[in-house]
């Protein structure tokens, strides 16, 4: 189990209980929302390294449709995965263990400050 399947379960686990109908979707919202923050992440970190090397590599334009494309790509890789089968099974694995502990703070806290990081790279050169 990776740590995307355990904070989906974890987020999954904490909106049961307040949100019956929509724990699925927020916790597949926030996944989505996560593993794109890391996507610009780092292709902040690399187009600034290759504009740093004079190296050029695609144009602006071609470069958000790309971020644009994979971010559409990883939610629907994310829904799929986590709206049938796959999810009944970790929640299975997971029930089996120790809960995470992760506190809502830090669960909002990590997208956010992912992408500030990622906003600050982007401005900073």
């Not at 904070?7 to 686990?13: G, S």
């Not at 597949?28 to 996560?34: A, G, I, K, Q």
């Not at 494309?69 to 796959?86: C, D, L, Q």
């Amino acid at each position: 189990m990776n740590y995307f399947n355990q904070l989906y379960l974890t987020v999954f686990n904490r909106f049961k209980g307040r949100y019956k109908q929509k724990a699925n979707t927020i916790a597949l919202f926030y996944t989505s929302v996560l593993q794109i923050a890391l996507l610009f992440l780092g292709g902040v970190f690399f187009i600034k390294f290759l504009e740093q090397m004079k190296v050029v590599v695609m144009s602006s334009s071609n470069t958000w449709t790309l971020f644009v494309m994979t971010a559409v790509f990883i939610h629907f890789k994310n829904w799929v995965n986590y709206s049938g089968r796959k999810r009944r099974v970790l929640n299975a694995k997971l029930s089996n263990k120790k809960d995470l502990g992760y506190s809502l703070f830090i669960l909002i806290a990590l997208p956010i400050a992912i992408i500030a990081l990622s906003v600050l790279f982007y401005k900073a050169v």
